[in-house]
DNA sequence: CTAAAATATTGACTAATAGTCATTTTTGTG
DNA sequence: CACAAAAATGACTATTAGTCAATATTTTAG
């Protein structure tokens, strides 16, 4: 039985490394050639893999970008809950604005990201069409809010709700401030994201 | 020299006479189709025009919905400035929810416009690039917002961000809360939302 | 009013691309 | 090892985007 498993998770490594591969060379393609202007013939040539190979695993290129966008998102967090570990923050709004803050710098740094993954932050978060393909080791933001919340006997009227309105708001505003830097620049627009993040999170009944 | 306007003037109209009926057919067929699933021949038969005229006017498929996104979400807007008026309502926080709770009743009541402008709601109100295009005869929900502080002698730290950053929240979660129902159906968000749009409201300094 | 100039429209054409599927290769099983 | 099942291949077809020389329409100016 061991043995059969170990057999079945080889296959599925196997099969997820075609996989990986055509990821890895959509995503190098879409983010110096943009999607519209990049073929599924030079994405199977990126990684050495025949045309029809692409169709096993996805339907069309924008089945690719959606994976893509979910899975990029979620290293975004997942990145920033690693570096809040590293820093002792104690309180549990400063946490948040912690992980906020180090997801718009790395935007900040990486602009052609945020214009990938355009107003769809939050699909690290909440979509869930690709659970199971993406490793999910760490703790997600998702359980670090109700676990901050607990932690700090902090009573929200609907924690989710809550968190899915502060990820969304920084999401969508996210793309008109850094990259059009509209209706004001990013470093305008901080302290008044920040100051409405923390009173969403005073949203107490 | 009033004859010569009147000349341009017919010029322009029917420049935007076949503009317009490209973008008529280009709405059915991207509402009844989708997108990916249109070409430019479709476009061009569905409204007796040659190919070639299509490229006059647009770049390609996607220069089109990012016009037609601004102008349904724009539309949206206008309408609901319309029916504002017809409710004498005098309270502002009153007004913008109003406002916010017409277009969202409208986006539950036409789910195929929201799967078309996604989380771009916003563009009605802050893409400039087709304001040389799209008539904008009435008061913009922009104007309303900035004439009803005053009207009511209310201070926001910065209104304009307010404002947007409301625009964009709603128009964020509402693909995610009526489409997908998640992480709530809209029915069961609305009053969390109003609740935080009244709370963004009473951002006073 | 007319002819030349300027502007707008056309649709046949080419090159590029998506997606299919019969065949071949690789992997697993007894 | 031999057979079966699963995965991968890439030549092929049908579709489509985008071009551009030719044609039609509109404007201007004498």
Same mark, same amino acid.
């Given at each position: 039985?061991?043995?059969?498993?170990?057999?079945?998770?080889?296959?599925?490594?196997?099969?997820?490394?075609?996989?990986?591969? #055509?990821?890895?060379?959509?995503?190098? #393609?879409?983010?110096?050639?943009?999607?519209?202007?990049?073929?599924?013939?030079?994405?199977?040539?990126?990684?050495?893999?025949? !045309?029809?190979?692409?169709?096993?695993?996805?339907?069309?290129?924008?089945?690719?970008?959606?994976?893509?966008?979910?899975?990029?998102?979620?290293?975004?967090?997942?990145?920033?809950?690693?570096?809040?570990?590293?820093?002792?923050?104690?309180?549990?709004?400063?946490?948040?604005?912690?992980?906020?803050?180090?997801?718009?710098?790395?935007?900040?740094?990486?602009?052609?990201?945020?214009?990938?993954?355009?107003?769809?932050?939050?699909?690290?978060?909440?979509?869930?069409?690709?659970?199971?393909?993406?490793?999910?080791?760490?703790?997600?933001?998702?359980?670090?809010?109700?676990?901050?919340?607990?932690?700090?006997?902090? !009573?929200?009227?609907?924690?989710?709700?809550?968190?899915?309105?502060?990820?969304?708001?920084?999401?969508?505003?996210?793309?008109?401030?850094?990259?059009?830097?509209?209706?004001?620049?990013?470093?305008?627009? !901080?302290?008044?994201?920040?100051?409405?993040?923390?009173?969403?999170?005073?949203?107490? !009944?």
């Amino acid at each position: 039985m061991i043995n059969k498993n170990d057999k079945m998770s080889k296959i599925d490594l196997n099969k997820n490394k075609k996989k990986q591969k #055509l990821l890895e060379s959509a995503f190098n #393609l879409f983010m110096t050639k943009g999607i519209k202007d990049t073929s599924i013939q030079e994405i199977v040539d990126g990684c050495k893999v025949a !045309k029809g190979t692409f169709y096993l695993y996805f339907n069309d290129k924008y089945d690719i970008e959606d994976y893509l966008i979910t899975y990029k998102s979620k290293e975004l967090f997942n990145n920033a809950l690693e570096e809040l570990e590293k820093n002792y923050i104690n309180n549990f709004e400063d946490q948040i604005i912690f992980i906020i803050n180090y997801v718009i710098d790395e935007l900040v740094k990486n602009t052609n990201i945020l214009n990938f993954i355009k107003k769809n932050l939050s699909q690290g978060i909440y979509n869930d069409r690709f659970n199971n393909l993406i490793d999910n080791d760490t703790l997600g933001i998702y359980e670090l809010f109700n676990k901050g919340l607990k932690d700090n006997n902090i !009573k929200l009227k609907n924690p989710n709700i809550t968190l899915f309105m502060i990820i969304e708001l920084v999401g969508s505003t996210c793309f008109s401030t850094i990259i059009e830097e509209k209706p004001v620049p990013i470093n305008e627009y !901080k302290p008044f994201l920040y100051d409405t993040i923390r009173m969403m999170l005073k949203d107490k !009944k």
